[in-house]
């Protein structure tokens, strides 16, 4: 599980430097569907619902989407998914994360792959770094292979040229025709203080490099939004009103519900209102860094998604200080209810 997460976390750490450098359109990309079949001369961000892509990338290409079809050749390759499929891709390393991640006939040197199945039918060039639920090989693997997982097939086409490392207690079958040149089993050790720890840390490095790759897409296909957030004016009366505003919210929302649950009309409405009362507190951080880094760096930092992920990183900080985090997060969540509120209150106005 360990190995998943820290997995996961270098991959979304990856996606975080793809708007910093990002030049034009042409290679950040994002949409409900995206397709790319021209070739980039430069490194690539896409994203969306499905991304499908057969360009040739210079540089490395980073992708994020529901559903996941790659064939492209880039330099490095960084794809986070539900379904991912990498079927005929040619790239030096692969880093891939997902909920079902296939590799089929592709070129890579090194396979990073965090999933809850992998299932490997392509050559890899040299090793394999695998964690997952279930773990399937059913082809030549020109190194070793490092392994996580409960469940491992190693099918009749497999073959590891170097050690199979994996835990003692896994559920692991091996075909008669395949051929495996050394297996290694290592013990998986009781949870002590020291992984307590670190699982802390990096649930905490997990929740804010998921908030900024939600961000970046959500400032990639919202752009009038943000704009909006951007125009905030920078005193403290508007802030107070934001701030008054979403403490209302906060207050009023759930309370409404209850009353609305109570009769039998009601009770659709209550529950979307609770889904959307749910989701607008848990992005509530995205006005207050908006607002936050336009105050104190825009004039230092000029792109938009660096100044971003600064101020994100500042305030995620600021709440880890014992004693005044519980403040910064309920200011956090207040001001961004307000902001969401007002901006949603203009849009109905202006129509």
Same mark, same amino acid.
Request: charged share 20%; glycine share 6%.
């Given at each position: 599980?360990?190995?998943?997460?820290?997995?996961?976390?270098?991959?979304?750490?990856?996606?975080?430097?793809?708007?910093?450098?990002?030049?034009?359109?042409?290679?950040?990309?994002?949409?409900?569907?995206?397709?790319?079949?021209?070739?980039?001369?430069?490194?690539?961000?896409?994203?969306?619902?499905?991304?499908?892509?057969?360009?040739?990338?210079?540089?490395?290409?980073?992708?994020?989407?529901?559903?996941?079809?790659?064939?492209?050749?880039?330099?490095?390759?960084?794809?986070?998914?539900?379904?991912?499929?990498?079927?005929?891709?040619?790239?030096?390393?692969?880093?891939?994360?997902?909920?079902?991640?296939?590799?089929?006939?592709?070129?890579?040197?090194?396979?990073?792959?965090?999933?809850?199945?992998?299932?490997?039918?392509?050559?890899?060039?040299?090793?394999?770094?695998?964690?997952?639920?279930?773990?399937?090989?059913?082809?030549?693997?020109?190194?070793?292979?490092?392994?996580?997982?409960?469940?491992?097939?190693?099918?009749?086409?497999?073959?590891?040229?170097?050690?199979?490392?994996?835990?003692?207690?896994?559920?692991?079958?091996?075909?008669?025709?395949?051929?495996?040149?050394?297996?290694?089993?290592?013990?998986?050790?009781?949870?002590?203080?020291?992984?307590?720890?670190?699982?802390?840390?990096?649930?905490?490095?997990?929740?804010?490099?998921?908030?900024?790759?939600?961000?970046?897409?959500?400032?990639?296909?919202?752009?009038?939004?943000?704009?909006?957030?951007?125009?905030?004016?920078?005193?403290?009366?508007?802030?107070?009103?934001?701030?008054?505003?979403?403490?209302?919210?906060?207050?009023?929302?759930?309370?409404?519900?209850?009353?609305?649950?109570?009769?039998?009309?009601?009770?659709?409405?209550?529950?979307? %209102? @609770? !889904? /959307?009362?749910?989701?607008?507190?848990?992005?509530?951080? *995205?006005?207050?860094? #908006?607002? $936050?880094?336009? &105050? +104190?760096?825009?004039?230092?930092?000029?792109?938009?998604?660096?100044?971003?992920?600064? %101020? @994100? !990183? /500042?305030?995620?900080?600021?709440?880890?200080?014992?004693? *005044?985090?519980?403040? #910064?997060? $309920?200011?956090? &969540? +207040?001001?961004?209810?307000?902001?969401?509120?007002?901006?949603?209150?203009?849009?109905? %106005?202006?129509?």
């Amino acid at each position: 599980m360990k190995k998943k997460i820290l997995l996961i976390i270098i991959l979304l750490l990856t996606l975080v430097v793809v708007p910093v450098g990002a030049k034009s359109k042409d290679n950040f990309i994002a949409n409900d569907n995206v397709k790319v079949n021209k070739n980039i001369g430069a490194t690539t961000f896409m994203a969306g619902n499905r991304v499908e892509a057969s360009s040739q990338i210079d540089g490395a290409n980073f992708v994020a989407g529901n559903n996941v079809a790659l064939s492209s050749t880039q330099d490095i390759l960084f794809a986070a998914g539900n379904n991912v499929i990498v079927d005929g891709a040619v790239t030096k390393d692969a880093f891939l994360a997902g909920s079902m991640i296939s590799v089929e006939s592709s070129t890579i040197r090194d396979l990073y792959a965090a999933a809850s199945t992998i299932r490997i039918d392509s050559d890899i060039n040299r090793n394999a770094y695998l964690g997952a639920d279930e773990v399937i090989i059913n082809s030549k693997i020109n190194g070793d292979v490092e392994v996580a997982a409960d469940k491992i097939k190693i099918g009749e086409e497999a073959e590891i040229t170097g050690t199979i490392n994996y835990p003692e207690n896994a559920d692991i079958s091996i075909a008669e025709t395949a051929k495996v040149a050394k297996k290694t089993t290592y013990e998986v050790s009781e949870v002590n203080k020291e992984t307590v720890v670190m699982t802390k840390i990096m649930d905490k490095v997990y929740a804010f490099l998921s908030m900024l790759l939600i961000s970046i897409i959500l400032m990639a296909m919202n752009k009038k939004v943000f704009t909006s957030m951007e125009k905030i004016k920078k005193d403290l009366n508007t802030f107070a009103k934001h701030f008054g505003i979403g403490f209302v919210f906060l207050i009023v929302v759930p309370i409404a519900a209850i009353i609305l649950m109570c009769t039998m009309i009601g009770v659709p409405l209550s529950i979307i %209102s @609770l !889904l /959307i009362y749910g989701i607008m507190i848990y992005l509530s951080i *995205i006005p207050t860094t #908006v607002y $936050f880094g336009n &105050l +104190c760096f825009k004039d230092k930092i000029k792109n938009k998604y660096l100044l971003y992920a600064v %101020s @994100l !990183l /500042i305030i995620y900080l600021l709440r880890l200080i014992p004693g *005044i985090g519980g403040l #910064v997060s $309920f200011i956090s &969540l +207040c001001f961004g209810l307000g902001v969401y509120t007002e901006l949603i209150r203009k849009n109905i %106005s202006t129509k």
